[in-house]
């Protein structure tokens, strides 16, 4: 008789004794939980963006009834994007050990055969493909973002997007099949008869609670150089694996971590000198043109604020000094109720150069163009001569090296 054990068809050829119900269940449950706040956290975010106030701040098409839950994103409290952000990051970096350990517990099933026996088994197949292959994608597109500092040019939120609503969905229909039997094999320490089981199991090197350990502990590991790029203080030293926790900004008062640099950005000192530099607000009675030392004789006001990225990072509440939006907007004829403003940089390429704003947030008397940060004039890299400065938004609406404000319905 031929060896068929050799080939992963056969259920001999994985011989590793500690697949089994018991092993699968606890991290497939750890991953229900982590996966469904991930999701959440993932649509708040995007939410964050104001998506569907303008197509510059995102061109995602027909996001139609995927767009269904969007929201006017509120102003507080000031850590709120700071907060979500973070866990997302956070905790999708810390479950890459249980994502691998839970696929690798399955994978005799990948090989399985035959690979289809029946109309039902084929479609638990296909939605186990978009589980697996969605999992994978939304992971990889995750920290390729995060690592790689926007690797998708003005495409990573649509690819994340869309991959976020086909793996819940194929995570949900999973979840709805397994959870009592994972439940069951939880409770009951169920071993034995379950396909998962190699039929000549090796002998083993670690019990199989050994191997949550480890695995637990690697998510640990994973844990702790992460999360302090959102903690800040003296934690941030420890964020090892996050690019922006460790880049040295250097120290004073503009010492916080920086995104794009104005050289990257193609910001000449030139484009930004006070001879130069004209602030261009325009609304319903029309343009004003503001040098910088008009722009001082108006109220100046402060308000204590976070940068919070996308990816993870954020900084501690820095000290922000400059003119409010909501003033800016009363100069071009909306006072009281100021519309909708779209913010342009002098940046000239690059996703980042222009953000909308919602009418809430040009409310919120927190909401500043800023030109002092922490008692001193913006740096170069944090957007002198002026930028923006809103409460609990994404980092990516506070455009620096601003100038130009166009208020009015988007
Ligand atoms: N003009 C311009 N503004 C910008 C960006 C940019 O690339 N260009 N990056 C944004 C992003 S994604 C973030 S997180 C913040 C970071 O601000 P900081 O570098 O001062 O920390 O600036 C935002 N403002
Ligand atoms: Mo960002």
Same mark, same amino acid.
């Given at each position: 008789?031929?060896?068929?054990?050799?080939?992963?068809?056969?259920? =001999?050829?994985?011989?590793?004794?500690?697949?089994?119900?018991?092993?699968?269940?606890?991290?497939?449950?750890?991953?229900?939980? =982590?996966?469904?706040?991930?999701?959440?956290? =993932?649509?708040?975010? $995007?939410?964050?963006?104001?998506?569907?106030?303008?197509?510059?701040?995102?061109?995602?098409?027909?996001?139609?009834?995927?767009?269904? $839950?969007?929201?006017?994103?509120?102003?507080?409290?000031?850590?709120?994007?700071?907060?979500?952000?973070?866990?997302?990051?956070?905790?999708?970096?810390?479950?890459?050990?249980?994502?691998?350990?839970?696929?690798?517990?399955?994978?005799?099933?990948?090989?399985?055969?035959?690979?289809?026996?029946?109309?039902?088994?084929?479609?638990?197949?296909?939605?186990?493909?978009?589980?697996?292959?969605?999992?994978?994608?939304?992971?990889?597109?995750?920290?390729?973002?995060?690592?790689?500092?926007?690797?998708?040019?003005?495409?990573? $939120?649509?690819?994340?997007?869309? @991959?976020?609503?086909?793996?819940?969905?194929?995570?949900?229909?999973?979840?709805?099949?397994?959870?009592?039997?994972?439940?069951?094999?939880?409770?009951?320490?169920?071993?034995? =008869?379950?396909?998962?089981?190699?039929?000549?199991?090796?002998?083993?090197?670690?019990?199989?609670?050994?191997?949550?350990?480890?695995?637990?502990?690697?998510?640990?590991?994973?844990?702790?150089?992460?999360?302090?790029?959102?903690?800040?203080?003296?934690?941030?030293?420890?964020?090892?694996?996050?690019?922006?926790?460790?880049?040295?900004?250097?120290? @004073?008062?503009?010492?916080?971590?920086?995104?794009?640099?104005?050289?990257?950005?193609?910001?000449?000192?030139?484009?930004?000198?006070?001879d130069n530099w004209r602030l261009v607000v325009t609304g319903r009675t029309g343009t004003v043109r503001l040098t910088r030392a008009q722009l001082l004789q108006l109220p100046l006001h402060s308000s204590s604020l976070p940068i919070a990225c996308v990816e993870g990072w954020s900084t501690a509440d820095q000290w922000w000094r400059g003119v409010r939006l909501r003033d800016l907007a009363a100069l071009v004829g909306y006072e009281g109720d100021p519309p909708d403003v779209l913010v342009e940089s002098l940046q000239r390429h690059g996703a980042f150069r222009r953000a909308a704003l919602r009418a809430n947030q040009v409310a919120d008397g927190r909401s500043l163009l800023a030109l002092y940060v922490n008692g001193e004039e913006l740096s170069p890299d944090h957007g002198h001569p002026a930028r923006i400065i809103v409460p609990a938004a994404?980092?990516?609406?506070?455009?620096?090296?601003?100038?130009?404000?166009?208020?009015?319905?988007?």
């Amino acid at each position: 008789m031929r060896d068929h054990s050799r080939l992963p068809t056969s259920p =001999g050829f994985w011989r590793s004794p500690l697949r089994g119900s018991w092993f699968t269940s606890v991290l497939g449950l750890v991953l229900l939980v =982590g996966i469904t706040v991930m999701f959440v956290t =993932g649509l708040v975010s $995007y939410a964050a963006y104001n998506p569907d106030l303008s197509r510059v701040n995102d061109t995602t098409p027909d996001k139609g009834i995927l767009g269904f $839950y969007l929201f006017a994103w509120p102003t507080g409290p000031v850590w709120l994007y700071r907060f979500t952000q973070g866990l997302h990051v956070t905790l999708g970096i810390t479950l890459i050990p249980v994502l691998l350990a839970k696929l690798w517990s399955v994978v005799p099933k990948l090989f399985a055969l035959p690979p289809v026996r029946s109309v039902t088994h084929g479609l638990e197949r296909i939605s186990l493909l978009l589980l697996v292959g969605g999992g994978l994608f939304e992971f990889t597109t995750g920290v390729l973002n995060v690592q790689l500092d926007y690797v998708f040019p003005g495409s990573f $939120y649509p690819l994340h997007f869309y @991959g976020a609503w086909v793996f819940f969905a194929a995570f949900v229909a999973h979840a709805v099949l397994k959870v009592p039997t994972a439940l069951r094999a939880v409770r009951h320490r169920l071993r034995e =008869g379950s396909y998962l089981e190699s039929p000549r199991p090796a002998a083993p090197t670690v019990s199989r609670r050994g191997a949550l350990w480890l695995v637990g502990g690697g998510s640990l590991l994973l844990f702790a150089t992460t999360v302090g790029q959102t903690l800040g203080g003296p934690f941030r030293r420890t964020a090892l694996l996050a690019p922006h926790g460790t880049a040295d900004p250097g120290g @004073g008062p503009n010492g916080f971590q920086i995104n794009k640099t104005a050289a990257y950005a193609g910001i000449t000192a030139a484009d930004v000198h006070e001879d130069n530099w004209r602030l261009v607000v325009t609304g319903r009675t029309g343009t004003v043109r503001l040098t910088r030392a008009q722009l001082l004789q108006l109220p100046l006001h402060s308000s204590s604020l976070p940068i919070a990225c996308v990816e993870g990072w954020s900084t501690a509440d820095q000290w922000w000094r400059g003119v409010r939006l909501r003033d800016l907007a009363a100069l071009v004829g909306y006072e009281g109720d100021p519309p909708d403003v779209l913010v342009e940089s002098l940046q000239r390429h690059g996703a980042f150069r222009r953000a909308a704003l919602r009418a809430n947030q040009v409310a919120d008397g927190r909401s500043l163009l800023a030109l002092y940060v922490n008692g001193e004039e913006l740096s170069p890299d944090h957007g002198h001569p002026a930028r923006i400065i809103v409460p609990a938004a994404p980092g990516v609406l506070n455009t620096k090296w601003v100038a130009r404000l166009t208020f009015g319905d988007l």
